[in-house]
């Protein structure tokens, strides 16, 4: 192995020729973890993507912030990342989507649900933070007494 | 040989097929150049909604823009800022990104490259600290100063039945962003293989953020991208709410059947959830809907009116466009609600249809006093021929025959002929036939006779006409005959309050819609005074709606706020409703208002919109108010006593709420308990009765006026 060594870096000196069997011996060990790793963060970030919450924001017609507070706006949106429960960066984008509904455009914010309170909290007065359908808790109702038909 | 010639057009199927155009964009030069700053004003998103305008959703056109954003962490900010400056360091003094020298620099791996080609020398000696330009140059946007960065993947789709319009599309879209290049730009990416292609939608669909490069941004740069479109944007294709509204109450109830709970519609409370928002019943004492005509305020009104109903509560709704008891009839079509149900249908008028009858003038209730009645006729006949102040002469015609005949009627029921009573139509027989009211005034206390003998013949005979003229609308229609023809009442509203009846009037259909609902609603407001007879812990809450407060105000200009201020001490809750509050007299406004519990307001005009937005101490704009979307309300309540600001509410529709309770089976067993529940009797019964009813009146009262004497047939007095 130590004429390989030196047929291949030449003359490393005792230290390095010391501990190259070492790393050679345990870099499968950390390709096995790397590979781990990045398994982990790949499901994390799957799992995070199938779910996440939509919510739309919609503007009043005297809707006219400074710049200052849109810089406010993008620091609260950067914590959708990070409340995101440690999701690799894959996952966890929070996403501004303009789209067209019958000539309208509408403006959604998406994100992972772990960062639901962040994603439905106001971040401009005059811009409401609606809940899609899903976001409903409405379910028909039911009398206590006496029952209704079955 | 014959050929046959197809001659009908085949029409071609439409396309189903979806033409896809597909972009990234990512930064055209090194991420360190930033992007046109494009500020706030104009808004960037005006070319955008521009854009959008002309999308045909409908016809499956789509087209979106996503911007996904990931912060850049503080340390990886500094790294970079370092290697910047490094490159910056070696690359040495340059102007407008070309380097001024030709010489190499002297640190780095070139520089150890230049010490040891030198044989291990560095010229130290001739190290300059670099410029303050060109280390600004070299780090560009990202400064210490340069607040949030974020690492920013922007995709662009745009889809259409035909690939032109796609392309088209997208080529709008591109333009859009077209506007940001400055130092640098932004470079469509367009995957073309089927694996870039399926990568790209992957990250669409499902917000994966694996942009093509890195490309960091600053807010400066995103900052017209960041935000829903400002007011600086002008394009008439935005969605918006129109105003900004107050969040709902974080302790307001939220309603899943409760009886002590009135259900106000779908509301978002604090955690962006949807729920059934509700008053407590303790607090909702008088409420005042207003708003334009098709907007959601009945079908608010049907939804309170039906959990009440389902909560054992006594409910009367006045329907006058009549859907609303259609709408309802199947959700209350259950056991324990039946035997309370009342139906006024007026528009019922074939001979052979069941009807009920009421009869306003009947004294058959003990408490009833003749006075109560006598106002209660006179101000719903005045308010219905909006006579307001200009007929004074006809106005109290009326009300002299009414308290006339309400004595008569008095003397029947005492006299164990209840049968014998007069109705409504018996005001035009007082009035236009003489002999027949000469023959009964005997019967009336001198006071009373006094006035037709006297003061009655000397009244221009122009009077007159005035007030059997409403009479004449009534006789017009056979429904309206049946239904105040009867000597007899079977609907009570009293009893309705004291024994938690439903009661559903539907006055629609009729020659008199207006005149019947306010007859109706000022017999409520009579049998809510006569209440005091009861002590208040057994008045048993009793919940009324009503609708077009207008009409009832347009003569007795005291009665709704009479309403307002007197309903609620007898357990009477009324909630009522109008498309103008403007058109109300300002004493009814100011009692209305002075005392609601609950208002609210959908859609209106700017004027009405000012006025309740005035209400709400600017808590709310006029603009708001104006644009709600169709059965959207903007409502204040009282809660624990105080009232709360003003805050959103989606009305819910009674399909949607009352699922569990839709039993259009029951709706014929629910018939025949209404006709048990209001004695109801064929049209055809009453008008008969009806016709012989002045002889039978007449033949009563005649058999008992002192010297008559006899005992024949009654007729015989009408000959």
Avoid at chain 2, 629 to 640: C, D, E, G, Q, R
Wanted: net charge positive; proline share 7%; glycine share 8%.
């Amino acid at each position: 192995m130590f004429d390989v060594i030196h047929l291949l870096l030449g003359d490393p000196g005792p230290e390095l020729v010391t501990v190259i069997p070492y790393a050679a011996g345990a870099s499968p060990v950390v390709l096995a973890g790397w590979v781990g790793w990045t398994v982990h963060c790949a499901r994390r970030a799957r799992a995070a993507l199938a779910d996440r919450v939509t919510v739309e924001l919609v503007p009043t017609s005297t809707f006219d912030p400074s710049e200052a507070e849109v810089a406010r706006w993008a620091r609260q949106l950067g914590r959708v990342h990070h409340a995101a429960g440690g999701v690799p960066a894959r996952g966890s984008a929070v996403r501004l989507r303009y789209t067209a509904e019958t000539g309208k455009m509408r403006c959604y914010l998406e994100g992972p649900r772990t960062a639901q309170a962040v994603l439905t909290m106001p971040g401009f007065a005059e811009v409401e933070v609606r809940a899609q359908e899903d976001r409903t808790s409405i379910r028909p109702v039911r009398f206590p007494a006496p029952e209704g038909p079955a | 040989m014959t050929l046959t010639v197809p001659l009908d057009k085949q029409t071609p199927a439409p396309s189903r097929a979806r033409y896809v155009e597909r972009a990234e964009l990512t930064l055209g030069l090194p991420d360190r150049k930033p992007l046109a700053a494009l500020g706030l004003a104009p808004d960037p998103l005006q070319q955008l909604a521009a854009a959008f305008a002309t999308v045909r959703t409908e016809s499956g056109e789509r087209a979106d823009v996503v911007l996904d954003l990931v912060p850049v962490r503080e340390r990886h900010l500094a790294r970079r800022r370092r290697r910047l400056l490094a490159r910056s360091r070696r690359r040495g003094p340059s102007a407008y990104g070309e380097r001024l020298t030709g010489g190499l620099g002297t640190g780095g791996v070139w520089g150890t490259v230049a010490a040891a080609w030198n044989g291990g020398t560095s010229h130290r000696g001739g190290e300059r600290l670099p410029r303050m330009t060109d280390l600004r140059d070299g780090l560009g946007k990202l400064a210490p100063a340069a607040g949030a960065v974020f690492a920013v993947q922007i995709l662009l789709r745009a889809e259409a039945a035909h690939p032109q319009a796609a392309l088209a599309r997208m080529h709008q879209l591109l333009a859009v962003f077209a506007t940001t290049s400055g130092e640098n730009y932004l470079k469509p990416r367009r995957p073309r293989t089927t694996w870039s292609i399926a990568r790209f939608d992957r990250r669409f669909e499902s917000g994966e953020f694996a942009p093509r490069r890195r490309q960091w941004l600053t807010v400066p740069e995103l900052a017209g991208f960041l935000k829903p479109p400002t007011a600086k944007c002008h394009a008439s294709g935005v969605v918006r709410s129109g105003g900004l509204v107050p969040p709902a109450p974080a302790d307001l109830p939220i309603y899943t059947g409760q009886p002590d709970l009135v259900p106000l519609g779908a509301v978002t409370y604090a955690d962006g959830r949807e729920r059934i928002g509700a008053a407590r019943v303790q607090d909702l004492l008088f409420g005042l809907q207003l708003g334009k005509s098709g907007h959601g305020k009945t079908e608010a009104a049907l939804v309170q009116c039906i959990a009440m109903a389902h909560s054992g509560a006594g409910t009367w709704f006045l329907d006058p466009h009549g859907e609303a008891w259609a709408r309802a009839k199947p959700y209350l079509a259950h056991p324990h609600i039946a035997p309370r149900l009342w139906e006024i249908d007026l528009g019922k008028s074939a001979p052979d249809q069941f009807v009920a009858s009421w009869n306003p003038l009947s004294m058959e209730r003990p408490t009833s006093a003749v006075k109560d009645i006598v106002r209660s006729v006179t101000e719903g006949i005045a308010a219905a021929q909006d006579w307001g102040d200009h007929a004074p002469r006809a106005r109290t015609i009326l009300a002299r025959t009414t308290q006339a005949l309400a004595l008569l009627n008095q003397q029947a029921v005492q006299g164990g002929a209840p049968d014998a009573q007069a109705t409504l139509f018996q005001i035009r027989s007082w009035l236009t036939d003489e002999n027949w009211r000469e023959q009964l005034l005997p019967r009336l206390p001198g006071r009373v006779r006094a006035y037709w003998t006297n003061t009655f013949p000397r009244l221009a005979s122009d009077a007159v006409p005035t007030v059997t003229y409403a009479i004449d609308r009534l006789d017009t229609s056979p429904a309206l005959q049946a239904f105040f023809g009867s000597p007899r009442s079977a609907y009570d509203v009293r009893t309705a309050m004291d024994s938690g009846h439903v009661v559903f009037v539907c006055p629609s259909g009729s020659e008199a819609d207006a005149l019947v609902s306010c007859l109706l609603i000022h017999d409520l407001h009579r049998a809510g005074l006569s209440r005091q007879d009861t002590p208040r812990p057994g008045r048993r809450t009793f919940w009324a709606w009503g609708d077009e407060l207008t009409a009832l105000d347009s003569s007795s200009k005291g009665f709704l706020a009479a309403i307002a201020e007197q309903l609620r001490k007898y357990e009477v809750r009324f909630i009522g409703m109008t498309q103008m509050a403007l058109r109300l007299s300002a004493i009814t406004r100011q009692a209305l208002l002075q005392n609601q519990s609950l208002l609210s307001t959908c859609a209106a005009d700017y004027d009405e919109a000012a006025f309740v937005a005035r209400r709400w101490n600017g808590h709310v704009t006029p603009e708001t108010v104006t644009e709600l979307p169709k059965y959207h309300y903007v409502m204040s309540i009282n809660l624990n006593g105080r009232p709360t600001k003003p805050f959103r509410v989606r009305g819910l529709p009674v399909e949607d709420l009352f699922a569990h309770y839709d039993n259009p089976d029951g709706i014929a067993d629910l018939d025949r308990a209404i006709d048990t529940n209001l004695l109801r009797r064929p049209v055809a019964d009453i008008l008969t009765s009806l016709e012989d009813l002045d002889a039978t009146l007449l033949a009563h009262h005649a058999q008992r006026t002192p010297g008559s004497g006899t005992d024949g047939d009654p007729t015989t007095f009408v000959d």
